[in-house]
């Protein structure tokens, strides 16, 4: 079905892979694979990890636009900058290029999922960004002096190139992958342009006549390029060649100055931390294409990079949506509704062993044999395989429970290795350097499934505990139950007819009608619990996410499905268990007035007749085998 597809995101994938010429071309082919990128990554997982490998849509995009901001430089590089055209193409793509790597550093990374490599660290991208607006702000400066503007807008613009070296210098020095050439190119870079700046800024001190004020530039310009030189063995001959171009004319402006501020002006010569600091121009700023801030407005029928791919293919996240829901209306539906339904039941039987019933009334009315109740109770017993069939179940959920429990301690060292390298990342980094946030917040949605799970394990255990009690304390009588008849008549003494009175007749049969009521309300109870989880068609979600993900995808065709959108459904389809919820508030008051009825028909048919030893004796082993 998705041939096709496959085939189309893989020959473009081939085609950004291969742009590796500084040509416009690239541009395209770049954008374009970053863009069905983009949009299928709303309809795949993130990220499939597996160890040492990058299954990752997020980590595949930050290396296509790393690359498309490479390529951006590239082609500035390019270009003749000798002209103003070509000066103004390089600062645009400058631009360009800073504005993907800003892109990549605040949208993609975070959403990255997995720490990411070294060249794509903050620290990194942070410096290679304000390499590329050194670049671009420089383009500026070059085509300002060759256009001949002012010397003081020409000093601003030369103020803000140095800042912008030294910024990538700065955050160079906290890069593990910045080499060391580069950042000493950077620091000469900065000290280059401060240079030049401050002479700038002593020539329009002369045309304004501030004579002393110029010597003082001119001997800070010259400090500026001395500390320059000290960087000639990591920088080009260029560079190199321009900053000794420099100085050879501030030197001799400087001497020129001196001797007319001596000689003729007499003016005072302030110190360098008197002078006003030179104001900037910034004209360089990260420029993010829209092709790449909103990409999927370039994918559709008349769209510039044609039809998006896997169109046709449900989105991760309505999975995800399925998923909640149906977590959901479980966690309504169990704690909810057979929670409830099951208290009911449980409250009703411990009413009834409280007062020994049915066991006290089958004594008496049937002082011979078996009762027919407990007849059916065996047989029912027996054909579900008693006794061995509840340790077959024991052994499973022990065997299930040691899978879960290693799945989960294998969970829980994965999140405790992630907390040490994390701690080790920020102990050689340190703080300034390591600024994602700690394992607990970054992750806190894992770390509270895991609280959650470890609840759920602790509850089980517990139940678990409960349970062996239980078949510990009642074993003997299932097995009596899970036996012949012989063995249940041997367990159940016989005892004599006793005359009832027509008092306690009466109270008998009364006493008998509320314990069919008992039986009629324990039937109802126990039909509910296995219908409840199992909704109709009209309970079924599914099939409505489905319609709400059509619609959206035809309302908003470029806009990414997430699971919060189905929300208003997730509740609507909810409301449809009120009813259920409903029927247990009215079970609840059915129980409690038949609580009642019962609690006062055997205090009746307790006070109407008072029995003797054996029918007491008969009287107990009916109520253990009832209660088993």
């Known amino acids: 079905m998705f041939k096709e597809d496959l085939?189309?995101?893989?020959?473009?994938?081939?085609?950004?892979?291969?742009?590796?010429?500084?040509?416009?071309?690239?541009?395209?082919?770049?954008?374009?694979?970053?863009?069905q990128l983009v949009w299928i990554g709303g309809k795949f997982p993130i990220d499939v990890s597996k160890p040492k490998s990058q299954n990752n849509l997020r980590f595949e995009l930050a290396n296509v636009l790393y690359n498309l901001a490479s390529l951006y430089s590239q082609l500035a590089v390019s270009l003749n900058r000798s002209t103003s055209d070509g000066l103004k193409s390089a600062c645009n793509y400058f631009c360009q290029a800073a504005?993907?790597?800003?892109?990549?550093?605040?949208?993609?990374?975070?959403?990255?999922?997995?720490?990411?490599?070294?060249?794509?660290?903050?620290?990194?991208?942070e410096s290679i960004q304000q390499l590329l607006l050194a670049q671009a702000q420089e383009c500026f400066w070059c085509k300002a002096v060759k256009d001949g503007l002012k010397d003081g807008l020409i000093a601003k613009l030369a103020a803000k190139v140095s800042d912008f070296y030294d910024q990538a210098a700065e955050f160079g020095t906290k890069s593990d992958i910045i080499s060391t050439e580069w950042i000493h190119h950077m620091s000469a870079k900065q000290h280059h342009f401060a240079a030049a700046a401050q002479y700038r800024a002593s020539r329009d001190c002369l045309e304004k006549q501030r004579y002393g004020e110029e010597v003082a530039r001119l001997k800070d310009s010259l400090a500026c390029v001395n500390e320059a030189l000290k960087e000639s063995r990591w920088i080009n001959k260029i560079v190199l060649g321009e900053l000794n171009g420099l100085k050879a004319r501030v030197t001799e402006d400087l001497k020129r100055a001196e001797k007319d501020n001596d000689v003729i002006y007499l003016m005072p010569v302030p110190p360098k931390s008197e002078l006003k600091t030179l104001d900037r121009a910034g004209m360089a700023t990260p420029r993010v294409p829209g092709e790449v801030s909103d990409p999927t407005s370039t994918l559709g029928d008349k769209a510039v990079f044609g039809q998006p791919l896997f169109s046709k293919l449900v989105p991760y996240a309505v999975h995800l949506a399925v998923s909640?829901?149906?977590?959901?209306?479980?966690?309504?539906?169990?704690?909810?509704?057979?929670?409830?339904?099951?208290?009911?039941?449980?409250?009703?039987?411990?009413?009834?062993?409280?007062?020994?019933?049915?066991?006290?009334?089958?004594?008496?009315?049937?002082?011979?044999?078996?009762?027919?109740?407990?007849?059916?109770?065996a047989e029912e017993i027996r054909q579900q395989d008693g006794i061995h069939r509840l340790r077959r179940t024991m052994h499973e959920i022990a065997k299930l429970k040691t899978n879960d429990v290693a799945a989960?301690?294998?969970?829980?060292?994965?999140?405790?290795?992630?907390?040490?390298?994390?701690?080790?990342?920020?102990?050689?980094?340190?703080?300034?350097?390591?600024?994602?946030?700690?394992?607990?917040?970054?992750?806190?949605?894992?770390?509270?499934r895991m609280n959650e799970i470890d609840?759920?394990?602790?509850?089980?255990?517990?139940?678990?505990?409960?349970?062996?009690?239980?078949?510990?304390?009642?074993?003997?009588?299932?097995?009596?139950?899970?036996?012949?008849?012989?063995?249940?008549?041997?367990?159940?003494?016989?005892?004599?007819?006793?005359?009832?009175?027509?008092?306690?007749e009466r109270a008998a049969v009364h006493l008998r009608s509320v314990l069919a009521e008992v039986n009629q309300l324990e039937g109802r109870l126990s039909i509910r619990p296995t219908v409840a989880p199992l909704p109709t068609d009209a309970y079924a979600a599914d099939s409505a996410i489905l319609a709400e993900t059509a619609r959206l995808e035809r309302a908003y065709p470029m806009q990414k499905i997430e699971p919060a959108q189905f929300e208003n459904l997730f509740d609507e389809h909810l409301e449809r268990y009120e009813e259920d919820r409903v029927m247990i508030a009215e079970e609840q008051e059915?129980?409690?007035?038949?609580?009642?009825?019962?609690?006062?028909?055997?205090?009746?048919?307790?006070?109407?007749?008072?029995?003797?030893?054996?029918?007491?004796?008969?009287?107990?082993?009916?109520?253990?085998?009832?209660?088993a």
Not at 99 to 123: A, F, N, Q, Y
Not at 347 to 373: D, H, I, M, T, V
Not at 416 to 435: I, M, P, Q
Not at 475 to 488: C, F, M, P, T, Y
């Open 590 to 627: 059915r129980q409690r007035e038949l609580s009642r009825k019962i609690s006062e028909a055997n205090a009746a048919f307790t006070t109407a007749h008072r029995g003797d030893p054996s029918t007491k004796e008969r009287e107990k082993a009916l109520q253990k085998l009832e209660n």
């Open 408 to 448: 989960y301690q294998e969970g829980v060292e994965l999140l405790r290795k992630e907390v040490a390298e994390d701690e080790r990342a920020r102990a050689k980094h340190g703080t300034d350097r390591w600024t994602r946030a700690n394992s607990r917040q970054a992750a806190e949605g894992l770390y509270t």
């Open 7 to 35: 085939e189309k995101i893989d020959r473009l994938r081939t085609e950004a892979v291969n742009s590796l010429e500084p040509h416009v071309s690239g541009i395209k082919k770049l954008m374009a694979y970053a863009a």
């Open 99 to 125: 504005g993907v790597i800003s892109h990549l550093k605040s949208e993609v990374i975070p959403d990255l999922r997995t720490t990411p490599p070294e060249d794509m660290d903050t620290m990194t991208l």
């Open 455 to 504: 609840g759920y394990l602790k509850s089980s255990a517990s139940s678990d505990d409960l349970v062996k009690t239980k078949l510990q304390e009642w074993e003997h009588e299932l097995q009596v139950l899970s036996g012949s008849e012989r063995d249940l008549e041997n367990y159940v003494p016989s005892s004599r007819r006793v005359a009832l009175t027509p008092a306690a």
């Open 324 to 377: 909640i829901y149906e977590e959901r209306k479980e966690r309504l539906v169990n704690k909810k509704i057979i929670d409830e339904l099951e208290g009911l039941t449980t409250k009703l039987r411990e009413l009834l062993q409280s007062l020994n019933l049915p066991g006290s009334l089958e004594a008496l009315e049937k002082p011979l044999g078996l009762p027919p109740g407990l007849n059916n109770h």
